[in-house]
């Protein structure tokens, strides 16, 4: 008999400790990639930024010997930052979204 009356209060437990332990942080990030994703998308329709295609095309070829890891992508300045290894070192390389001109370079 007292086997039922502790299923209703183990069940809640377990799914408190679920709500608890979900990747809600991820949650945010996955918004702000969303935002900057469609943000240059929107951009480069209305011929303001180039691909980001294109950029890769004009910048991955100046990085010899580097693995290309991806990109993001910041609407607020319309920079693309392109993430490099290279001996176990990683190089960002800041490209601006309007001219494909590689604006900066960090790491060795």
Same mark, same amino acid.
């Given at each position: 008999m007292p086997m039922p009356m502790l299923v209703k209060p183990v069940l809640i437990a377990c799914l408190a400790s679920l709500a608890l332990t979900s990747p809600i942080v991820a949650r945010p990030l996955d918004a702000a990639q969303d935002d900057g994703q469609r943000a240059?998308?929107?951009?480069? /329709?209305?011929?303001?930024?180039? *691909?980001?295609?294109? +950029?890769?095309?004009?910048?991955?070829? !100046?990085?010899?010997?580097?693995?290309? /890891?991806?990109?993001?992508?910041? *609407?607020?300045?319309? +920079?693309?930052?392109?993430?490099?290894? !290279?001996?176990g070192s990683v190089i960002w390389v800041e490209v601006d979204g309007h001219t494909g001109q590689i604006l900066r370079r960090m790491g060795s």
């Open positions: 240059a998308r929107e951009r480069r /329709l209305r011929g303001q930024n180039l *691909p980001a295609r294109e +950029i890769e095309r004009r910048v991955i070829p !100046r990085m010899p010997g580097a693995q290309y /890891l991806g990109f993001d992508y910041d *609407p607020g300045t319309d +920079i693309y930052t392109l993430k490099f290894l !290279r001996n």
